[in-house]
């Protein structure tokens, strides 16, 4: 016999101010003991609000201001305290199909724009019978981790224009010239403001191209992610070690700092 739960608390992380309405008065009608704590209109709200407040479920809009409601979550997995079992998530997407063919394939659900109180009850459904599996201590980070990782994975897209296949050459701004630096020189790439840092073994340069549009023309084999900012060169990377706190670091070839390894990203280093 399935177990479901009733009372629950809840995020809303959406910027258009008559969705965000609309869906919390769709989700009074349909589950009249939810509380929903607080609704935010950016994705970096929604993880100061979720890690201050601790609701356990999140509708997070796909689409928002600053960092998408995917980003936003990816950042929430890595900030979540260790001892605490991760919410329910719920994406909130207009129809994209895309977007939903990636969302079939995972177990984290998600709610067309405008919401159909139909499908919401099937939402809801599915979301309190993994708060009764989570109460039973059935809850598994790290198979929301992977959910994330590929959602990620398959919701990125190359910027419009860029060419096919993995990318060979960069172009570098150097004062009022520009410089083609062979991306296999490259040590690690890390975000900054608008901006990506290139960092070569001996030079750092800066490029516009974000770094969400630029994974997609890396060869994956040879450039991993390891942080939601930092995409570093697998075979430059020269030590992983494991902090009192549980945390990754990672060294590489050629640089001196230690970088950070998201927990979303620890999977690459298993034998850690």
């Known amino acids: 016999m399935t177990m479901t739960i009733s009372r629950a608390t809840a995020l809303i992380a959406e910027d258009e101010p008559l969705l ?8 009074a009608s349909a589950w009249s003991q939810l509380e929903v704590l607080a609704t935010v209109g950016d ?6 609000q979720a890690l201050a407040l601790r609701p356990d479920v999140l509708f997070f809009d796909i689409r928002m201001p600053g960092q998408s409601g995917l980003e936003a979550a ?13 919410p329910a998530l719920v994406f909130v997407t207009a129809y994209d199909q895309y977007a939903v063919q990636a969302f079939e394939t995972q177990a984290v659900d998600y709610v067309l724009k405008p919401v159909q109180p139909a ?12 708060l009764a599996k989570r109460a039973q201590g059935a809850s598994d980070i790290e198979a929301t981790l992977g959910q994330l990782r590929n959602l990620l994975g398959q919701v990125a897209e190359p910027a419009p224009g860029t060419a096919q296949g993995p990318l060979k050459m960069l172009q570098v701004s150097v004062g ?3 410089r083609m ?5 490259v040590v690690y790439f890390e975000a900054a403001d608008k901006y990506v840092r290139v960092l070569t073994a001996g030079h750092e340069y800066l490029i516009r191209t974000p770094l969400k549009e630029l994974l997609p023309q890396l060869d994956a084999q040879r450039f ?19 902090d009192e706190a549980g945390k990754l670091h990672l060294v590489l070839r050629g640089r001196a700092e230690k970088l950070a390894v998201s927990r979303l990203y620890a999977h690459l280093f298993k034998a850690m």
């Open 74 to 86: 990816a950042e929430l997995a890595d900030e979540w305290p260790h001892d605490q079992p991760f």
């Open 119 to 130: 499908r919401l009850r099937k939402t809801i459904a599915k979301v309190q019978d993994a």
């Open 176 to 178: 009022t010239s520009i």
């Open 43 to 48: 994705g970096a709200s929604a993880v100061t």
């Open 224 to 242: 991993w992610q390891v942080h939601r900012g930092t995409v570093v060169r697998a075979d430059g990377i020269d030590s992983v070690t494991r």
């Open 20 to 27: 965000a309405q609309a869906l919390r008065a769709e989700l």
């Open 181 to 185: 630096v062979p991306v296999e020189d």
